[in-house]
């Protein structure tokens, strides 16, 4: 079976072929650039472009969206981390922080999946974490500079190119999706 991931993005790509490779499913990755609508729910913003992404290539798909909740900036930049990485530089976040004693983060992750019929599946997980006081890695985007989840000892910016493809492959929404769809299809 052949499904679309729709991502431009050539590392959450790799993560996913690295999750299917023992799967009757083959990702074919697609850089359709999808709409993305104004909302602070990450599950609504991923589902509304995997929809428009079926209806595009005429196929399944599947889209990925994460949203980054800083606790101490009241769950800002949310799903804008998109934007917010082409205007702001990690120490332009930890300026914002500096008077703030929760500096905790809730990484909301979700994957949405629409069937060429038009059925979809929703997964969603969470990773917390907490935001460094400052930034020792130069890898990585502007999050994984900062943040330090709760499963590890280091930014995900300090790990080796390896060592994330690891730790983002435990991804339980695309563990649950390559479960779910191989008992389904």
């Keep these: 079976m052949h499904i679309n991931y729709v991502t431009g993005n050539k590392m959450k790509f790799e993560i996913a072929a690295n999750v299917f490779s023992d799967s009757k499913i083959t990702l074919i990755q697609n850089k359709l650039d999808t709409p993305e609508i ?46 917010i990485n082409k205007w702001l530089k990690a120490e332009d976040i930890l300026k914002l922080l500096e008077d703030k004693e929760d500096r905790s983060i809730i990484i909301k992750d979700c994957l949405v999946y629409c069937s060429m019929s038009g059925d979809t599946r929703v997964f969603e997980s969470e990773v917390k974490g907490t ?26 910016g300090e790990l ?11 991804n339980i929404n695309l563990v649950n999706f390559k479960n779910w769809i191989n008992k389904e299809k």
């Design 38 to 83: 104004q909302s602070f729910d990450v599950s609504e913003v991923a589902k509304y472009s995997a929809i428009w992404a079926r209806k595009q290539l005429k196929s399944d798909v599947i889209v990925t969206d994460a949203g980054f909740y800083i606790n101490g900036l009241n769950g800002f930049p949310g799903p804008y981390i998109k934007y």
């Design 160 to 170: 080796t190119h390896e060592e994330a493809i690891k730790f983002w492959s435990n």
């Design 131 to 156: 935001i460094v006081k400052e930034v020792k890695s130069k890898g990585g985007s502007m999050i994984d500079r900062l943040v330090i989840p709760d499963s590890l000892n280091c930014t995900i």
